[in-house]
């Protein structure tokens, strides 16, 4: 199999520029000629491996962050947007859309916002007639997806949270015992501690300084939602000074924001960074040891893992998803190469799906994506009841995986045939973008691919992918 070549411009520039020097001296540095560095960061020519060999050891840059991050979200993302259908005449070629990436992110994020933007009024305009007549009807762009974006191009790693969480959890007499750390801290700060049988997980009361946690709530998401709370009270100036830097473009975006960051504290305090990475390598990412020695509910283990991308002392490079009964995906990251669906439900073939069928049971399963990538997929049911009888389950299903050439660290992978091509199964992120021409679970053709369509022959499918 050929090698990728590197095409890494846009960061080379970027490198540059942070270290305040000309492209002479930058040249100088990485032993290349003026012209040949001007080619590398225009992306006419790949980064050779002297540079990035010069670039670890004059500026000490982790070199796998080259072919990792903005750029390959940024395509895969691109290339969704444009299987919306009325992009249908005019999708440009992939090799176009990976040098917009690289030489032009920020052209790239603004299609993507405008694209999303445009399919907010549409879903507007489609449910107009419901909202007419309505007094208080009120239409206003979600926040959703641009605190999604915001974690998602911070590769789901917040660095001065997690750290604060870190120095937070030295507080505790170890992994395990973080409940009655948190319990402690939130006394220190006047805040009293109620165990009561209501609905919500958490109320806080601002003006008695009272905390009521639901006695339906398993031990596990208590913990939890005390540290949550404990990051908006002792945290609140880390936390408002991210979401300045974030620069949200309104007011109920920056609010979900800062519930998602005070959850991040929370799964980093429970889980703090070097601990848990050292306890992952251990148990070889056993979820439910690591769930036992940290105290911690399956899909909160997973979520962890998935954050563990911190330079320098970076963890395996997962992906992350949760999915509900009609597939639609409720949380998702993913530090590898699989980039999810951002529109629609995910790849029926992917055996998330299939965990709703197996409850309590991990399901393990090798794919493989249309670029040729192979994977490790873990899958597992996380239904939560509603505690007590008569009221709602949620259900849903969290998928964790990552490429199989990080097999050896993984305890899943050792009854998985990974040296099988044949044990891999294919699976795509939607079928607007997927190129398999023989898929049997295809709901939508490509729009990439041109359709034989013969009325006197039926398949699985009405017509043929060209």
């Not at 020695?293 to 283990?301: G, K, L, P, T, Y």
């Not at 990538?373 to 709602?392: C, E, W």
Request: net charge neutral; glycine share 6%; proline share 5%.
């Amino acid at each position: 199999m050929a090698t990728q070549k590197l095409y890494a411009g846009a960061k080379l520039r970027e490198m540059r520029t942070r270290l305040g020097l000309t492209q002479k001296d930058f040249a100088s540095k990485l032993g290349v000629s003026l012209p040949y560095l001007n080619q590398m960061e225009n992306n006419n020519r790949p980064v050779s491996t002297t540079v990035v060999l010069a670039l670890a050891q004059e500026f000490g840059l982790d070199v796998t962050e080259l072919s990792t991050g903005d750029s390959e979200r940024l395509v895969s993302d691109m290339r969704e947007v444009l299987a919306d259908p009325v992009f249908a005449d005019v999708a440009p070629p992939l090799a176009d859309l990976r040098l917009t990436a690289s030489n032009a992110p920020a052209l790239a994020r603004a299609f993507l916002a405008l694209h999303r933007s445009y399919r907010q009024t549409h879903e507007r305009l489609a449910s107009l007639d419901e909202a007419l007549g309505r007094e208080d009807a009120q239409i206003e762009a979600s926040p959703w997806e641009e605190v999604r974006d915001f974690f998602h191009y911070c590769d789901n790693y917040i660095d001065a949270v997690d750290r604060a969480a870190e120095n937070f959890a030295q507080q505790s007499c170890g992994p395990g015992h973080m409940r009655e750390t948190a319990m402690a801290a939130l006394e220190g700060l006047g805040v009293r501690i109620e165990l009561v049988d209501i609905a919500p997980m958490r109320d806080y009361d601002i003006e008695t300084r009272m905390l009521r946690l639901s006695t339906r709530a398993t031990p596990q998401t208590q913990a939890f939602q005390m540290l949550l709370q404990l990051a908006l009270l002792q945290q609140d100036k880390l936390l408002e000074a991210t979401l300045d830097f974030a620069r949200f473009r309104s007011d109920e975006a920056r609010a979900i924001a800062k519930i998602g960051l005070a959850n991040y504290f929370a799964g980093a305090a429970l889980m703090p960074y070097s601990t848990f990475l050292e306890a992952a390598q251990e148990t070889r990412h056993d979820l439910e040891l690591l769930g036992a020695r940290f105290d911690a509910s399956i899909e909160q283990v997973a979520h962890r893992l998935s954050t563990l991308q911190r330079p320098g002392a970076k963890g395996i490079p997962f992906f992350f998803a949760r999915v509900d009964q009609a597939g639609t995906i409720t949380k998702r990251h993913s530090a590898t190469r699989l980039q999810f669906a951002r529109f629609g439900g995910a790849c029926p073939l992917w055996n998330v799906h299939r965990a709703f069928e197996t409850p309590g049971r991990f399901l393990l399963q090798l794919a493989e994506t249309p670029d040729g990538v192979r994977y490790i997929n873990l899958a597992r049911d996380v239904s939560k009841p509603g505690g007590s009888f008569g009221a709602p389950v949620r259900r849903y299903a969290i998928a964790l995986g990552c490429e199989v050439r990080h097999a050896d660290a993984l305890v899943y992978a050792d009854t998985l045939d990974v040296n099988n091509a044949n044990a891999f199964e294919p699976i795509g992120i939607s079928c607007r973008i997927c190129e398999r021409k023989t898929c049997h679970q295809r709901s939508v053709p490509p729009l990439e691919r041109r359709l034989n369509i013969d009325a006197n022959r039926r398949g699985v499918l009405p017509y043929e992918v060209k």
